[in-house]
């Protein structure tokens, strides 16, 4: 599966695609994350989302270091336990990292993870299985990037940013991830998320909370399979529930709720201010040169609110920007959404000249009567 985004879709995408960053801005993880976070109010799902595909995504980079300590370490396969273990890490196969809910992987994909998590299942961190150094300490600001910092208000996630770097550097000893690493991982997702009274609870049927919490605490595992019906339960929560208005806020427009309160309120005023000044046009019997000036009220308001009845502004459109946050501007870089924006700006131009021109015309035309 391609990280890279697919600049030949002729289509919206869908949250599979966004969460596995195969979009560009405005519809990108990063914009979603900021809709999760400011509008929705449930970031704490998408967080926890981010952080099962972080321990999926740690459990795999373990398995490579494993597979590559084997074939490293020739004396040891000369030892009927190494051949057996570089057999297993052989038949895992390749570890990529498909970012989805279960039941949108293939099934070569579900049997791999089924196949990883049975691996880690089986592996109780024996030294001649795991690598030698654990980066726990560096990786440790990753595991907790869904934390809150004291002001209470979350800055993007620093897994929402490239993992160039990472996948880069992964032949690193710096990188080396070891088995206590996955078990914090595990335990961490569980006392942030799931227990309750946790500091960031999200709702998930008490069925599923049952049983990833005896797997990790009972049980002792740490498997991603632990958290599959999770998984599927936010994604589906999160796909039926924000992401449609993710979408249209997003892709059919390019205004935060902020900006359309603004452009109402302004737009009122000089709606407001257009009717007193034709009005006292008309009974104080002014001449029609003046007021022609009737169009500038009349028609900044007629923006404005059109503006904030699509959620739209043309002109910004037009140039390629969406705002994200109040007053602050990303580019349009998604090729569907800037062509669909642009069949919507000549919408919100027609109606615009649809709500200005009568009433320039009624007011401008319309005989004046001295009071």
Not at 86 to 109: K, T
Not at 340 to 351: Q, S
Request: charged share 25%; aromatic share 10%.
């Amino acid at each position: 599966m391609s990280p890279h985004p697919d600049l030949n879709r002729n289509r919206l995408p869908s949250l599979y695609e966004v969460l596995n960053r195969r979009t560009q801005a405005p519809v990108d993880l990063f914009s979603f994350y900021i809709y999760m976070r400011d509008q929705q109010r449930s970031v704490d799902y998408l967080d926890f989302w981010l952080d099962v595909s972080q321990h999926m995504s740690l459990c795999r980079h373990y398995v490579r270091e494993l597979r590559r300590s084997v074939l490293v370490e020739t004396p040891e396969l000369e030892k009927g336990g190494s051949k057996r273990s570089s057999a297993v890490l052989e038949n895992l196969g390749d570890m990529n990292d498909p970012a989805g809910p279960s039941m949108n992987l293939s099934s070569n994909e579900k049997s791999q993870d089924q196949r990883l998590s049975a691996f880690l299942r089986s592996d109780n961190g024996k030294p001649g299985l795991s690598p030698k150094s654990s980066y726990g300490s560096q990786q440790s600001g990753l595991v907790r990037s869904g934390d809150s910092p004291s002001n209470g208000e979350r800055p993007p996630r620093a897994s929402l940013m490239s993992m160039r770097d990472r996948r880069t550097n992964s032949n690193s000893p710096a990188h080396t991830v070891a088995r206590a690493d996955i078990r914090a991982s595990a335990e961490k997702i569980l006392y942030t998320y799931l227990l309750p009274g946790s500091e960031r609870e999200i709702i998930l049927p008490q069925n599923i909370l049952n049983d990833i919490t005896a797997s990790i605490e009972e049980d002792g595992r740490d498997d991603p399979e632990v958290f599959d019906a999770a998984k599927d339960y936010v994604f589906q929560a999160m796909e039926r529930d924000a992401f449609p208005g993710f979408l249209r806020s997003k892709a059919l427009g390019n205004l935060v709720p902020a900006s359309l309160m603004l452009r109402l309120i302004l737009g009122g005023l000089s709606m407001f201010g257009g009717f007193w000044a034709g009005f006292a046009c008309i009974f104080l019997a002014k001449p029609k040169h003046l007021r022609c000036w009737l169009i500038l009220p009349f028609t900044v308001g007629a923006y404005l609110l059109v503006s904030h009845q699509y959620e739209l502004d043309p002109l910004i459109a037009l140039l390629g920007f969406s705002e994200y946050t109040f007053m602050t501007w990303s580019r349009i870089r998604e090729p569907f959404v800037r062509k669909l924006l642009n069949k919507r700006t000549i919408m919100v131009f027609a109606a615009t000249l649809a709500v200005a021109v009568p009433l320039v015309v009624l007011f401008v035309f319309v005989p004046g009567k001295r009071l």
